[in-house]
């Protein structure tokens, strides 16, 4: 079975201040870890995902996440947050054996303060 | 390129209606599924589809039913409607069943109430 966990319903930051969404996994075989984005009343949007041996990945709209193997985590982070960044932030997982459906995290709302 | 279009948007169901959301994507991908997000549970998996004529459950599939009857549209179906369905639906594509590191792309979503 694979499971995500972000243990943050809500991250608030000020505009300027760097940024850490929390993800964490667990899966039987190699993960395949992907970060989404949804703004209201919109679909989800692909940010970035895990290419095995980099441990930061570069993805969109400045955002990067770090892989962390001995702590299955996969943090999603940036530099200097913007207002336009608040959004529903979804970390989620697959493994190449079996059904490869894409199990997703709860969320977690981010909210940029002026 | 529309991507992957949804409809209807909006729709509110008696309970034991049935009705079918539509979903169609124009680039030629592989894989389609279909998810339902409710507050503080992410999306979770109704149904998914490798190919055409190939479909198979998710988490969730009680109650829904899919057909793959070409590679464009993947419909999902509300047998007997349940307050229990109230939720937002997304379809959602990717370009390779077999490729596990191909990200989804995903339509705007059905806000379903069912009373």
């Known amino acids: 079975a694979q499971s995500v966990a972000q243990p943050e319903d809500q991250v608030n930051v000020a505009e300027g201040n760097p940024l850490t969404v929390k993800c964490t996994y667990s899966v039987s075989g190699n993960p395949y870890l992907f970060w989404y984005v949804q703004y209201p009343n919109r679909g989800l949007q692909f940010l970035l995902k895990?290419?095995?041996?980099?441990?930061l990945v570069k993805g969109s709209y400045g955002f990067e996440a770090e892989f962390n193997k001995s702590q299955t985590s996969f943090h999603l982070k940036k530099p200097s947050a913007l207002v336009s960044d608040s959004a529903l932030y979804f970390c989620a997982v697959r493994v190449d054996t079996g059904r490869r459906a894409l199990t997703f995290g709860s969320g977690t709302r981010l909210q940029v303060q002026p | 390129n529309a991507g992957v279009t949804q409809t209807p948007k909006f729709q509110v169901l008696k309970t034991g209606q049935s009705m079918t959301l539509q979903c169609a994507q124009d680039?030629?991908?592989?894989?389609m599924s279909w998810y339902r997000q409710d507050p503080g549970m992410g999306l979770r998996l109704i149904h998914y589809?490798?190919?055409?004529?190939?479909?198979d459950q998710g988490e969730v599939p009680n109650g829904y039913n899919v057909s793959r009857s070409t590679t464009e549209d993947f419909p999902l179906r509300l047998l007997s409607a349940a307050p229990s369905q109230t939720s937002v639906y997304f379809c959602?594509?990717?370009?390779?069943?077999?490729?596990?590191?191909?990200?989804?792309?995903f339509g705007n979503g059905t806000r379903l109430t069912v009373t």
């Open positions: 680039m030629n991908h592989e894989y």
């Open positions: 589809s490798v190919g055409a004529g190939i479909t």
């Open positions: 895990y290419i095995t041996g980099d441990n």
């Open positions: 959602a594509s990717s370009y390779s069943a077999g490729a596990p590191n191909s990200p989804l792309h």
